[in-house]
């Protein structure tokens, strides 16, 4: 699906202007079978493109010039055909706790994306964890009202390199400390199951034990609701976490909050999922973000509770972040936690999420959305005024609640 194809989403930022694309594929993203044709098209043994993959994935090496073991000539067609690194600049941001920071990555044509690493020191026997999420679009089609990306509007796909060298980034950085990546999560910036290819090309690489060598069930693809997508996953039958973000369990909320629904209902994301379950045997996760007043009733979590009872489903409530062009603020404690009560006693796993401004696509797009030129105040005035209406519109028929 293109994304002219969803619903407008015009974007509320102006973009600088671009630069030119660089037309040499990044290695990250070259397929082993590509990479020892190329090599075997110009008369080299096969056991170079292995050696060159190999300095590659180790991090040690960054120009194709510094691969001694290689003869000249061949150091100069690899750098006339490929590039080691496609992130052009990054800059790091680290935020409050001291266990997350932020990374804002410049690409070739002078978009920019995000990517995020959380810390999460060992508590008793479980292990310290380095989290990477990454981004697998610059901006977004989809346009969820309550995120940073949705309110940039669509840019372009990313590569499967320009995806995988995220996490290279943080890698190299803690390599540092000797520290490594443990799990990465495709929950920033884009809809991933809309560049299904290069998502697809992107964890094989993360996870093939010859290239980053990542465990495959360290990694979790998110969607907002793609079923093409999600069918795709489960005829591969990957180990990966498969998580869709839920938001609302009533179609006429979620078509404000998650658009994409008015082209794939909700029955038909829970129904894809559960198919996605029964090939891999891999319980899914539903994201709900948390917005006070909007999705937290005691009767969305019975919906919620009622639209997931039988599946084998965890259920991860996010306080939403603010964003600065909506009229919403996040759940209040007691609100979250009475919604967690009604989901487990219906007997759904659940767990309510420390926001630590990333954990869903929420807060990516912030950084990115600072380097474009802000909107007006009336600009601003109409979307919060849209969006007013049609949640007012959506809310009309939910029963009236205590509490
Ligand atoms: S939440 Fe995800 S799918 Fe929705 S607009 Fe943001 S990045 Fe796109």
Redesign the pocket.
Known sequence: MTPAALPA?PPLFEVPSLGRRDARPGLSGVEPRDFAAWFAERGQPAYRARQVADQHWSGRVERFTDMRTLPEAVRLALDDAFRLQTLAETTVRPTDDGLTDKALHGLDDGRSVESVLMRYPARGPRRARATVCI?S?A?????????????LGFWRDLSAAEIVDQVRFWAARLARDGERVTNVVF?????PL?NTDAVISAATALTDPRRFGLGARHVTI???GVVPGIERLTELKPQWTLAV?LHAARAALRDVL???NRRWSVDRVVAAAAAYTAATGRRVTYEY?MIDGINDTPTDAADTAALLGGHLAHVNLIPMNPVAHTPWRPSGRDRIEAFAAILRGAGLATTVRRNRGIE???A??QLAAERAAEPTPDVVARRRDLLTRRTAAALRDRAPVAG
């Open positions: 989403n981004s679009q901006g977004c089609a989809v346009g969820c009202p309550f995120c940073a990306t949705g309110e929950m920033g910036m884009g809809e809309l998110s969607t907002s973000s998650v658009p994409l973000v869903i696509g929420a990516c797009g």
